[in-house]
């Protein structure tokens, strides 16, 4: 994170999100701000707080793609969750403080597979010395005792007839053991260049079992010293399974990843990460505001009490989860919604005090349609021209098939519901339904370029534009 300037952070995130500068900077300088709070000594770093924010806007606009963007680019834990869930049964629905277990969770895995990758080179070792073993009958691990060579020679004689001495023992179990490793190093080289692949060995393998569901309760929602003490009552279990040598590779790299990595290093890693650096985006917290008119129902009721378990969270308290206690005072909170029929006004006070920063995002027009279709590292026109490469086509957009794509989102967004940037993927895919299912035989057929021009997206488009109905079920 120190190494990114707000500047920075944002060219990043223009490498992939068209418009939205306000947003951007918003997110950037909320981000940085956390790096410096850390610099800070004392008592002093405590009591800043995070600059949570809260972005307005309609659905499609990018404020999704924002927070999931950046917390990848600053590579901290990141949950996305609708805040609606939270009244779908009775009037609290599922416990809010879950959103926090799911991000600790997150966070575990973040560091576990970090881990993962400084001890790969010593697990895959490990596994092909284990798979060694295994081509060779004996026991599975790495450590071979050549006892009944040993034995043999041990009961023999010497050339002459006589005992042999304890010198001569020594030497043959020498001699043997170098055969042993030279036969062991020649089924390794051949093990490494893939001579085995395809044939099938016996291994054991490890699974973890699952916890019952209590009721009408998940794991999630139960307590962590009751999910604890279910998970110490449920050991795991071994079974034999029968599989190539490849895919033994895989399973055995696996298990001896599991070996090497620390996995209480791992969940203190991970608390502290998930506490200084965690990120939950709250989509829809319009759907939670009460209503504007001042007449109170059952809906009211349900959106109020989501906002009362919300409040301590986002405040900063202390949630109990099964590795252990996180502090949620630091974790930068990204709330988001449309706000057609209600206002950040009609979020209970304290809860809007906790998002100092607001920022409105911006309509998309069909100048950054025709943008997002081109000028995003993976834009669509790039996926579609990637995807049809793999059948031998070579497909190439010209301007006025750009525009054109561009135009016709934003028509449809006009005349039905406007579901911003999310209307160029059903435009797209309308475009190149029959080139996508007859791209196999085009290119038997000798095919290998495909021009898309301003009449061709016309002349795909034209029947469901006209059509308003069938626009509406289509697009």
Do not use: C
């Not at 049964?89 to 879950?98: A, I, K, L």
């Not at 490990?126 to 790495?142: D, Y």
């Not at 949630?319 to 502090?327: E, K």
């Not at 519901?417 to 080139?435: C, D, K, P, Y």
């Amino acid at each position: 994170m120190h190494e990114l300037t707000p500047r920075e952070i944002v060219e990043q995130l223009d490498r992939h999100i068209i418009g939205q500068h306000a947003a951007k900077r918003a997110v950037a300088v909320a981000v940085r701000n956390r790096w410096r709070r850390q610099q800070l000594k004392g008592d002093l770093s405590r009591e800043v707080m995070p600059r949570n924010i809260i972005m307005i806007g309609p659905t499609g606009v990018g404020k999704t793609e924002i927070a999931r963007r950046l917390a990848k680019l600053v590579q901290a834990p990141f949950l996305k969750v609708e805040a609606s869930k939270f009244t779908e049964v009775g009037y609290h629905g599922r416990d809010v403080e879950s959103m926090i277990r799911d991000l600790l969770e997150l966070g575990i895995t973040m560091v576990r597979r970090e881990q993962a990758e400084q001890v790969q080179e010593e697990a895959l070792k490990r596994a092909e010395e284990r798979l060694v073993s295994l081509l060779l009958g004996e026991e599975n691990t790495t450590e071979t005792t050549p006892t009944n060579a040993n034995a043999s020679a041990a009961d023999g004689l010497t050339d002459s007839g006589a005992m042999p001495t304890a010198e001569d023992l020594h030497k043959k179990q020498k001699e043997e053991a170098a055969q042993h490793e030279r036969v062991r190093q020649r089924l390794l080289k051949k093990l490494q260049d893939g001579f085995f692949d395809e044939r099938e060995i016996e291994i054991t393998v490890r699974e973890k079992q699952t916890i019952p569901v209590m009721g009408m309760m998940g794991p999630d929602q139960m307590d962590p010293g009751m999910t604890n003490m279910l998970e110490g009552l449920m050991p795991d279990r071994s079974r034999q399974r029968r599989v190539t040598v490849q895919r033994a590779k895989t399973i055995l790299t696996e298990q001896e990843t599991e070996k090497l990595i620390d996995h209480e290093k791992a969940i203190e890693q991970a608390i502290e990460r998930t506490e200084q650096t965690g990120m939950i985006f709250l989509d829809e917290i319009d759907k939670i505001a009460g209503s504007s008119d001042g007449r109170g129902s059952n809906a009211d009721v349900s959106r109020q009490g989501v906002q009362r378990d919300l409040l301590p969270i986002v405040e900063g308290s202390s949630v109990v989860t099964r590795q252990g206690v996180v502090h949620t005072d630091q974790i930068l909170f990204i709330a988001a919604g449309a706000f057609h029929s209600a206002s950040v006004s009609d979020l209970m006070p304290e809860l809007q005090g906790r998002f100092p920063i607001r920022v409105e995002l911006d309509a998309l027009t069909r100048d950054d349609f025709a943008r997002i279709l081109t000028e995003p590292d993976a834009s669509l026109t790039n996926q579609q021209e990637a995807l049809l490469k793999t059948e031998g086509l070579t497909i190439t957009f010209t301007p006025g098939s750009i525009a054109a794509m561009a135009e016709m989102a934003a028509e449809a967004n006009a005349s039905m519901e406007n579901i911003g940037a999310r209307r160029l993927m059903t435009v797209i895919e309308q475009v190149f339904s029959e080139i996508s299912f007859d791209a196999p035989d085009l290119a038997k057929k000798g095919t290998k370029r495909i021009e898309i021009t301003d009449e061709f997206v016309r002349e795909r488009l034209s029947e469901i534009m006209d059509d308003e109905d069938l626009g509406k079920f289509v697009l």
